[in-house]
């Protein structure tokens, strides 16, 4: 059991470019979730799958958002347009369902 | 929608006291409360939960226990040491709402 790893582990990009960032969870864990976490706050619920199906999404998501899992086993989270709003960490965590979730090491985006 | 609340945001103690915070939740319908422990650059990692059935759960130095008619769980860190110091977040379970965090020194 390799863990939840995220990548890349650091991204810089300029305003108004696109980004994406992958996820593996753990092998067997069917539910993958992704988050935000801004500097002294907690994770912000972004979407989740269970499996290949999302299941839900934060209202608060913008439409710039968009997340993946075609196979069911790694996501993807692709952010288009950035803006210097969007730079935070971005944690991806797995699960069993009603079990807790293991987060990786997030993909710290930076906008220039 | 689902609230998390968590107080306080920051708290320091005496290596050797006891620590503890505190979360109400606004949706009667969580049924899984867990808590998080996350060191500064690092990943949250999960320290202790406990699910509707039960009122109180403890691991070694660490319990949790939860009032569902109040709607309010809280943790409880006994005989505090210097590695306990991190940022500490409660999460209700419906759709994985997180506390704000508090941050716990420890002094030695």
């Known amino acids: 059991d390799t863990g939840v790893s995220q990548d890349p582990r650091h991204k810089i990009t300029k305003r108004g470019q696109n980004v994406t960032f992958r996820c593996d969870p753990i092998?067997?864990?069917?539910?993958l979730y992704w988050y935000r976490q801004t500097l002294g706050q907690g994770p912000e619920f972004l979407t989740y799958?269970?499996?290949?199906?999302?299941?839900?999404k934060s209202r608060l998501l913008s439409d710039r958002f968009s997340a993946e899992r075609p196979k069911g086993s790694f996501s993807t989270l692709e952010i288009q347009r950035t803006e210097q709003g969007d730079s935070a960490m971005y944690l991806c965590a797995s699960s069993l369902a009603g079990q807790p979730q293991h987060f990786g090491d997030g993909t710290r985006l930076s906008i220039l | 929608g689902e609230n998390v609340e968590q107080h306080p945001s920051t708290l320091s103690v005496q290596e050797g006291d006891s620590a503890v915070i505190k979360c109400t939740y606004s949706?009667?319908?969580?049924?899984?409360f867990p808590w998080y422990k996350q060191e500064l650059g690092k990943r949250p990692q999960l320290i202790i939960d406990?699910?509707?059935?039960?009122g109180e759960k403890k691991d070694q130095r660490i319990a949790v226990t939860l009032n569902k008619t109040a709607k309010h769980f809280s943790l409880h860190i006994t005989e505090t040491q210097p590695e306990d110091s991190a940022v500490y977040f409660c999460a209700a379970s419906s759709t994985f709402i997180f506390g704000s965090g508090t941050r716990l020194s420890v002094k030695p």
């Open positions: 406990i699910r509707s059935n039960v």
């Open positions: 799958f269970q499996n290949e199906a999302q299941l839900e």
């Open positions: 092998s067997e864990h069917n539910r």
């Open positions: 949706d009667s319908a969580s049924n899984y």
